[in-house]
């Protein structure tokens, strides 16, 4: 009898071990925000890591990206896992409103309304956990109050510093000053239609909503200014739109 309690004993204790092991996982917190939880498969001091997630993704990691590794109750997230993993940039395609501001929605100077903005490829790289470079190249148009104008139509090139951070596990927020070039159309008003180049700034700003390792989906608000100086009418003019985007972007590793 003792020994049979003995060994159901031995029983128990090694089926509440083998249970408490299988319930634990690795845990790698990241110094960007990202948690990582599954099973560290390898270890090299003092340079990476390799963690297995429970789907059995695989994610290698820089010592140095590692705030700290614990080992903590098991936790069914590899869908957060999948969605929070950082990546080192995107581009995508981005459409939405642009509505005049200032002169250029004077009625007696721009005389411009409400029109649309393309943004042909919105681009980000991360040098470092925050810092990069932005870019972005886009086409857009304004309708004229006069209906017998055609619309400004006007586009550009533009580049600058990439300011980026996690609002959570699956949403990243951009800031992207920068500075460019646009070409500008003004509507034939009897003499000819003028083209002109100048120096454009855009300040913006994007939240990047991610889907899964390879997509997001981006919300952004820029300001866009330039004063092209038309030859063939012989005057400058101011040109200041707001815009609003909503896109979708490709996750860059």
């Known amino acids: 009898m003792t020994k049979y309690l003995f060994s159901l004993l031995l029983l128990v204790m090694f089926s509440s071990f083998a249970f408490s ?6 845990v790698v917190y990241l110094k960007n ?26 994610f290698v990691y820089p010592i140095d990206e590692v705030e700290k590794i614990t080992k903590e109750v098991a936790v069914n997230d590899s869908k957060s896992v999948k969605l929070s993993a950082k990546r080192k940039g995107y581009i995508g395609i981005s459409i939405g409103p642009s509505i005049p501001v200032g002169a250029f929605a004077d009625h007696s100077d721009g005389a411009a309304k409400t029109g649309v903005q393309l943004n042909l490829a919105n681009f980000g790289y991360l040098f470092t956990e925050n810092i990069g470079i932005a870019a972005i190249w886009f086409g857009a148009a304004n309708p004229v109050s006069e209906i017998s104008y055609n619309p400004w139509s006007y586009g550009g090139l533009m580049a600058g510093p990439l300011l980026s951070f ?11 000053p920068m500075i460019g070039y646009s070409v500008t159309t003004v509507s034939d008003v009897g003499q000819a239609t003028d ?3 100048a120096f454009a700034i855009n300040l913006g700003t994007v939240l990047r909503f991610n889907l899964n390792q390879r997509f997001s989906i981006t919300l952004s ?3 866009f200014s330039t004063k092209p100086n038309f030859k063939v009418y012989g005057f400058e003019q101011k040109i200041g739109t707001v815009s609003l985007g909503f896109g979708a972007a490709y996750r860059l590793k």
């Open 21 to 26: 092991q299988q319930n634990y996982q690795d």
């Open 195 to 197: 083209q002109a180049t």
């Open 221 to 223: 608000a820029d300001y």
């Open 33 to 58: 925000g990202s948690v990582i939880r599954g099973m560290i498969i390898e270890q090299v001091p003092n340079k990476s890591i390799k963690i297995e997630t429970s789907d059995k993704s695989l």
């Open 166 to 176: 996690p609002v959570s596990n699956t949403a990243e927020w951009d800031f992207r």
